[in-house]
Every structure is written in structure tokens, then in C-alpha cells.
């Protein structure tokens, strides 16, 4: 089933980048021959989807549906309204900025670690007092997605008197399953007891 669905997905992807290369084609042409700021900004809005066709394409979607409404309002208004062209060209290039900083800070968290939810705090905890119930206070519980690959960092309090070998053996224990469960590699942090 996921080599099926990964399979999709990239033909998706594929048929994306070919279908929004050559309508980038027709918009900058049109764009231009009408000399139409607007348009023009929205033949690169499409260009930019080629590059988010596998990343982003909810949010693309999305702003593919903003975009075309402003040019549809643009070619009706743009008779009688002689800014409106400039300002709606204004309107797609901010559509370009803001989902290009919401990919680049979804890549970003993703690459840098981002707090894990309460519901998988949660499940962690729950893990972790069955693998290693010595290891107390488990917090500071991060996660860095790179692909289908999931790493988790979290941090656990341990009796101040425990023997180093102890201690490892505790978090291997937990790390293992961790593993088992999340299919993610984990690093166990040890802190004395407060």
C-alpha cells in the first residue's frame, strides 16, 4: 500500500511539473502580450508551483485558487479600473512571498526539531514508563522529520546514585523501544533527579 501510494505520488508530482511548466509558458506569453502585470506575476506564481509540486501541494492549491480569482477579477475589472492590474499583481507576488515562507518554515522546524505534540507526548511517556519505569520526568521532547525518517531528543531525570553502565542500559532500553514502536531513532538525554 505505501509503495503504491509513493508510486502516486510521484506521478502526481510528475504530471504537476509538466502541466504547470507549459501553463507557465501560456501566462507569461499572455501576460505579456496584454501587457498585464498581474498575469505576468501569476505565470510565475505557476513556475514557483513546479518547484512545491511534491512540498507543499495543499497550500499551492490553495493559493492557485487566491491567484486565479484575482486575475478573473483583474480581466473583468481592469476595463474600468486602470490600477487595479498593478494592484492585483501586487496581491499575487504577496501570495508567492507568504507560501514560500510557510514552505521554507515548515522545511525549516521539520530539519531543526519541533515540539511534539501533547498526544505523542504523551505516547512517549506512556513507552517509556513500560521500558524503563527509573527513568523519571521525561520532557524536553523533540522531534526532526527528515523524509519518512523520524528522529526523537527528550530528556529524562534518573536517580543521582545510579551506575553509568545503569543509566545506559535504561535509555538503550528505551531507545530500542522507541524504535520498535515509532519506527524513529531516539536520543536519551540522562539528568540527575531533582
Partial sequence: MLESSKKLGYTEGIVSIIV??????????VGLAASSVAMTADAWHTLSDTLTSLIADGWHHRSDALASLMIVVGAIAGKYVWWIDGALGIGVSAL???????????????????NASPDFSERIKKIAGEASPELKDIHHIHMH?????????????????????????????????????????????????K
Wanted: overall charge negative; glycine content about 4%; proline content about 1%.
Fill in 20 to 29: 504547470n511548466t507549459l501553463l507557465f509558458g501560456i501566462k507569461i506569453w
Fill in 96 to 114: 508567492i512571498v507568504y507560501a514560500a515562507y510557510d514552505i521554507a518554515k515548515t522545511a525549516f522546524n521539520a530539519l531543526m526539531g519541533e
Fill in 145 to 193: 522529520r527528515y523524509g519518512d525518517h523520524l528522529e526523537i531528543t527528550l530528556h529524562a531525570r534518573l536517580n543521582e546514585n545510579t551506575k553509568i553502565l545503569d543509566a545506559h542500559n535504561f535509555s538503550t532500553k528505551l531507545e530500542q523501544e522507541l524504535r520498535k514502536e515509532l519506527n524513529a531513532d531516539t536520543t536519551v538525554h540522562i539528568e540527575p533527579e
